[in-house]
């Protein structure tokens, strides 16, 4: 049984196992409704339970659809709506849960949640995000890079603004698949010291520059994400505003990365806060592969948690 709980707790030769198999199920793919089924069902009979404590667009749908189009079935669970961690512990929970369905998939805040999910759990449980780390994303990000510019190994990858969740698996995967990368952003948002030492141990060259400018030079990937987290108070919101508008991803700033650099952002966004509408919409940007990605990602991350 295998959990996909964060890109560094997965073995390397795994990860690019799935990258590659994502992408040959999205070729396999094309031209077909986007209910049909794939030729493989690999899920047929499984039941696999989507937990959210945490709203969603992305993560929501495409993990629906990814199994359905797997011949898979779903049960879409709010934390509101159970007892997860009130009435009941997350051990139980997990216990229980582990009798009706074969894999769990969990989006949530506090990532001893998660952990605890897993280790309690008699089948695979998969991380859908956690206020720490967002593994799934950057393995459709992984992907969306290489469809667009080849193997991602070697390459810069720049960082703009907050060093969040998404952020740490960033560093997570320059380890794992071998790029470099480079934060730029206030120091009271730093990524953990923690995830730039992983990556640094496993020999990418990681980098904090406070200049954008200075930071995007020879950039392959530029990266930004949300100034603010929805449950942020209006006051936080406006001091990281402040702090943060310096980083805003614009045509200025992209002038300064290489000519073919790609743009990336996980969404939501806020237009013409962390990015402008014309590098969103802009020629150098993937937003929307990006999105589409997390799909074939997560399929494949799904059947490499139960050995289909």
């Known amino acids: 049984m295998n959990h996909f709980l964060d890109i560094h ?11 590659d198999q994502a992408g040959a199920m999205k070729q396999a793919r094309l031209g077909r409704p986007k209910a049909a089924p794939d030729d493989e069902q690999p899920l047929k009979d499984r039941m696999v339970a989507l937990i959210f404590e945490k709203p969603s667009t992305r993560t929501r749908v495409s993990f629906d659809v990814g199994v359905r189009q797997m011949g898979g079935q779903t049960m879409v669970l709010s934390g509101k709506d159970m ?34 999910m897993a280790e309690y759990s008699d089948v695979p449980v998969i991380n859908g995000l956690t206020d720490r780390t967002h593994p799934c994303q950057i393995m459709a990000d992984v ?11 070697g390459k810069k ?32 948002l730093d990524p953990e010291e923690e995830f730039m030492g992983l990556a640094r141990q496993q020999g990418s060259k990681v980098v904090i520059e406070r200049d ?45 990365a290489k000519p073919d650099a790609l743009f990336m952002h996980c969404l939501p966004a806020h237009r013409e806060e962390e990015a402008t509408s014309e590098v969103m919409d802009g020629p150098n940007s993937v937003i929307f592969d990006e999105a589409e990605n997390r799909l074939h990602a997560q399929k494949a991350v799904m059947r490499w948690c139960l050995g289909v």
């Not at 390397?12 to 196992?17: D, F």
């Not at 698996?169 to 794992?176: E, K, T």
């Not at 209006?234 to 992209?254: D, F």
């Open 212 to 256: 954008p400018h200075k930071a995007v030079e020879g950039a392959d990937l530029v990266v930004a994400d949300t100034w603010v987290s929805m449950h942020d108070s209006q006051s936080a919101k406006e001091r990281r505003h402040n702090m943060l508008r310096p980083y805003q991803v614009n045509a200025e700033l992209m002038a300064h």
């Open 157 to 188: 990858v720049v960082w703009t603004g907050d060093g969040n969740n998404v952020c740490a698996s960033f560093l997570h995967a320059a380890g794992q698949f071998g790029f470099d990368f480079t934060f730029t952003g206030p120091a009271q």
């Open 9 to 19: 707790k997965t073995d390397a030769t795994a990860l690019r196992g799935m990258i």
């Open 143 to 153: 992907l969306t890079f290489e469809e667009h510019r080849g193997p991602i190994k």
């Open 83 to 116: 007892q997860l961690g009130h009435g009941e512990t997350i051990a139980d929970t997990a216990r229980v849960l582990s009798r009706y369905v074969d894999m769990i998939m969990i989006r949530t805040f506090d990532e001893t949640i998660l952990t605890e």
